[in-house]
């Protein structure tokens, strides 16, 4: 891992590197989008005036897409996938949004367009391309590197946490649904694979087990 402090110009926040330091750890190495991910984290805690990593629940985060990224976000906010404080809506994109669950308010951030190219200018001895973002992100002034934008949800910030202890039956497959997260089909509750919502065909898995299965007798 190689955060700037130990290698070149200071960091542009001093609260940089040991965040760096966990984010790099679940991963054995630090990459460029891990620093995007702690920068955006520390920038939601000063646009919400929250001191961040939270021990409660009040920051609830929407990340854009997974893997290191979303590792940064984590490390510096303290939100989860298993606190209930963290969502993935996966656009593919390298942007988050944060929302005060107390205020309901909430803003986006994405990196700046001209971040990659400015990234040399705050890192001119870096080996090659990737070097340079990894270097440049660190001390580069926040303002150059993200943009800040307040946003409005479509869905209602209660609507999203919802209850976590409502739980109830589908009528269709009998599996328990948690988290208000049933739906409603001609006066049936049901889940929403059981409504058509579904992200797999249980049909063509269950033909190809048995199938294989066969293959092996």
């Known amino acids: 891992m190689s955060t700037t402090d130990e290698c070149g110009p200071p960091l542009a926040d001093p609260r940089l590197a040991p965040l760096l330091r966990q984010s790099a750890a679940l991963?054995?190495?630090?990459?460029?989008r891990q620093v995007l991910g702690v920068r955006m984290g520390l920038r939601a805690a000063e646009t919400f005036g929250l001191d961040l990593p939270q021990r409660d629940k009040r920051l609830l985060?929407?990340?854009?897409?997974?893997?290191?990224f979303a590792d940064g976000v984590s490390v510096t906010t303290g939100c989860w996938l298993g606190h209930r404080t963290l969502r993935c809506v996966d656009f593919g994109k390298v942007a988050a949004t944060f929302i005060d669950t107390f205020t309901g308010e909430a803003v986006r951030m994405h990196p700046a367009s001209t971040a990659?190219?400015?990234?040399?200018?705050?890192?001119?001895?870096?080996?090659d391309r990737w070097h340079a973002y990894l270097h440049g992100y660190q001390v580069m002034p926040v303002d150059l590197l993200l943009v800040t934008v307040p946003v409005r949800l479509k869905v209602p910030v209660a609507e999203i946490i919802s209850r976590p202890d409502h739980r109830v039956q589908c009528?269709?497959?009998a599996e328990e649904i948690f988290n208000e997260r049933e739906v409603g089909s001609d006066g049936q509750v049901l889940c929403q694979a059981c409504a058509g919502m579904d992200y797999l065909s249980r049909q063509q898995i269950s033909l190809a087990m048995n199938g294989a299965g066969r293959g092996e007798r």
């Open 27 to 32: 991963h054995d190495h630090l990459c460029p």
């Open 61 to 68: 985060t929407i990340v854009e897409t997974d893997g290191c």
């Open 116 to 127: 990659r190219d400015l990234a040399w200018t705050y890192a001119p001895e870096a080996e």
């Open 171 to 173: 009528a269709s497959c």
